[in-house]
């Protein structure tokens, strides 16, 4: 039933998107000036923009010089060893709260890992920030909450782990674009971190936005791990959005051991599908040098889904990463929102309830109808699994959540969707409900970050590699798999060529970088990993343009 809902564009909104459409024209067209002067210098580096598009589908296939995957790092590894002793903060990682205010998460003490297991008493340890805006000296002090958490398996043989302490401090009163040090830590016995530094984001503004975000997924902990994230840290990144699958730490026994690329292939026999909880503080070890200093704004994949008996599931994600949930009004770290400068990003759960009955839908509703496009012009969602993807590997397989949500964000005007989950990279053309559509966002798939489970190289369109109806069986929601009812694969499953929404896929390791330029113009660049070393070399790049005018969302009619 269509409702219309919406008393807030009055005549005062009407001119003021007016007048905002009518900057965005002389803006855009100042732009593209610039552009085409920088390209003009060298048309081999021409950077196409969304503007020309639809594209034709484009496949760059394996290289098979290349290794499809890595062996896991092992825990003695330098990046992931303790070099902390007694109660010395490790693992420190920022995350943002607000525009002025940003989390400070840490561990102390240690994990245990047995049959029997004592959970250490989070009170024992302070938590404290100190921070200020001139190395050493610190003028202001802020304290938080610790907690524990336990992973515990009543089996035969599994062993179970109960946490170090994981303290969570919200610092505020941030000025917005300035350098802040800061030690964290428990000043009485005493025992404070090292200092650290990071640079605080733009207000909101249609005028001001973060210099580099960095989109990664599907990390894990491999060589070609270090090589995506050394890589990434070379790009110099502003914040990080991390789109699920962070640790793999469920690629193992509770014994440790050796990772498996498939646990089911490997451990038939496991009662539960087995964590080895030590590859987590491996994982905050190996990630400090990064997060410490740069804030990283994470989502649930379903390798954090780590079940327990009695239906307990998340303790890790949900006890060792601080998120704006409060913040942002959600009250779960399943799904939030937050501001960049300029851009509003949106992160969703695939792993809990998206049923347009469920609260994740009321919320996602009640955030989109407060979001003011005059503020924060860009308008960006991300969230584990893809609902475009035309490899076989989870292929359809979170078709369902698409089509509870999809209407809603088209209807809102989002403008770029990141996932991963897929281990191999895919750009689409605009597109909404299949058909390309000039106002549908671009999606993005960047699962590329370098886990255990290898690179995704079959397409479903290959012959031989359509999955069946039975394949790919999300690990929460229903079934939704279907059949195109129009296009080229009319009556199908799968296509028998390249879709036309999907605009180039290659299979291989990377990340990516956006680069929001102005209220209109975004540089999206995704970075291979054999490419670190060779100057100005990207595996794909391209502006994506947003159309105001054409493209103004429909705020009379929510469905």
């Not at 607000?98 to 024992?124: C, E, F, R, Y």
Request: with cysteine; net charge negative; hydrophobic share 35%.
């Amino acid at each position: 039933m269509i409702k219309t809902q919406f008393s807030l564009y009055s005549k005062q909104r009407d001119r003021a998107m007016h007048k905002y459409c009518k900057l965005w024209r002389i803006t855009s067209l100042v732009l593209f000036m610039v552009i085409n002067t920088v390209v003009g210098s060298d048309q081999a580096h021409h950077i196409p923009t969304t503007l020309e598009g639809p594209f034709k589908p484009a496949t760059r296939r394996f290289d098979p010089s290349l290794r499809r995957g890595s062996d896991d790092l092992p825990m003695d590894h330098p990046r992931l060893k303790k070099n902390v002793t007694l109660n010395f903060p490790e693992q420190i990682a920022l995350a943002i709260s607000s525009p002025t205010a940003m989390w400070v998460s840490w561990v102390t003490g240690d994990a245990q890992i047995g049959k029997n297991v004592t959970p250490l008493d989070p009170s024992k340890v302070g938590s404290e920030v100190w921070y200020g805006k001139k190395s050493g000296k610190y003028t202001s002090v802020k304290k938080g909450v610790a907690e524990v958490y336990s992973q515990l398996y009543p089996f035969q043989g599994l062993l179970n782990y109960t946490s170090g302490i994981i303290h969570h401090v919200r610092i505020d009163g941030l000025k917005p674009g300035t350098k802040y040090y800061y030690k964290c830590g428990d000043s009485s016995i005493p025992a404070m971190s090292e200092e650290q530094a990071f640079e605080t984001l733009p207000l909101p503004s249609p005028n001001t936005y973060p210099r580099r975000i960095a989109v990664i997924g599907d990390l894990g902990l491999t060589s070609n791990t270090t090589t995506t994230v050394d890589h990434l840290i070379q790009n110099d990144p502003s914040m990080i959005v991390m789109v699920g699958d962070l640790s793999y730490a469920n690629q193992y026994l509770t014994t440790g051991g050796e990772g498996a690329s498939c646990f089911s292939c490997a451990f038939p026999d496991a009662p539960i599908r087995e964590t080895y909880q030590p590859r987590w503080d491996g994982w905050g070890r190996f990630m400090q040098p990064l997060t410490s200093r740069v804030p990283m704004m994470v989502i649930e994949g379903n390798h954090e889904i780590e079940p327990q008996v009695a239906g307990i599931t998340f303790s890790s994600y949900l006890a060792r990463f601080a998120v704006p949930s409060e913040e942002s009004g959600s009250k779960t770290n399943f799904y939030y929102s937050f501001d960049a400068g300029g851009v509003h990003f949106i992160m969703l759960g695939a792993y809990v309830d998206y049923n347009a009955t469920g609260s994740q839908y009321a919320w996602l509703k009640d955030d989109l109808h407060q979001l003011d496009r005059l503020v924060t012009p860009w308008l960006v969602a991300a969230w584990h699994s893809p609902w475009y993807n035309s490899y076989s590997s989870h292929y359809q397989e979170f078709e369902c959540m698409r089509q509870e949500m999809e209407a809603l964000l088209y209807q809102y005007g989002v403008d770029i969707v990141f996932s991963g989950h897929v281990h191999a990279y895919e750009r689409m053309n605009r597109v909404y409900n299949y058909t390309l559509d000039p106002c549908g966002p671009v999606y993005i798939t960047v699962g590329d970050g370098g886990n255990i489970e290898k690179v995704d190289v079959d397409f479903a369109d290959d012959p031989g590699k359509c999955p069946s109806a039975g394949d790919n069986i999300p690990e929460f929601g229903g079934v939704c798999h279907l059949n195109f009812s129009s296009g080229p694969a009319k009556g199908k499953f799968c296509w028998n060529e390249q879709p036309e929404w999907s605009a180039f896929r290659e299979s291989s390791f990377g990340h990516g970088i956006l680069e929001v330029l102005n209220s209109t113009y975004a540089l999206w660049t995704w970075h291979r990993n054999q490419d670190t070393y060779k100057e100005d070399s990207h595996g794909d790049q391209i502006y994506i343009v947003r159309q105001p005018e054409l493209c103004t969302p429909d705020l009379n009619v929510i469905s």
